[in-house]
Nanobody, 115 residues
Framework: QVQLVESGGGLVQPGGSLRLSCAASGSIFRIYAMAWYRQAPGKQRELVAAITSGGSTNYADSVKGRFTISRDNAKNTGYLQMNSLKPEDTAVYYC?????????WGQGTQVTVSS
């Protein structure tokens, strides 16, 4: 069992930056692949970025070059650095960890990009 708590969301102006954190507890974080998803009002949840247990990353085309996913296994924490934010990045962002058939979600953190 893994418990995930996201933090770092908030209101930011277009062009600004935020760093989301995902603190994990309850199991061995380093063995899990981790990802960030987001869901905007009226839209389906979509994958934003993912990182394997070995550190390989991939990104949605819409965030490539602007967002960076990372993890610190010693701190049982994952991160999403978001730069050059756009209004269309506004959504609830969710942390996800997965290993085999086991999958866990955080409660989500709101990111609003608006002037």
């Amino acid at each position: 069992q893994v418990q995930l708590v996201e933090s770092g969301g908030g209101l930011v102006q277009p062009g600004g930056s935020l760093r989301l954190s995902c603190a994990a507890s309850g199991s061995i974080f380093r063995i899990y692949a981790m990802a960030w998803y987001r869901q905007a009002p009226g839209k389906q949840r979509e994958l934003v970025a993912a990182i394997t247990s070995g550190g390989s990353t991939n990104y949605a085309d819409s965030v490539k070059g602007r967002f960076t996913i990372s993890r610190d296994n010693a701190k049982n924490t994952g991160y999403l650095q978001m730069n050059s934010l756009k209004p269309e990045d506004t959504a609830v962002y969710y942390c996800n960890v997965r290993r085999s058939v086991n999958e866990y979600w955080g409660q989500g953190t709101q990111v609003t990009v608006s002037s």
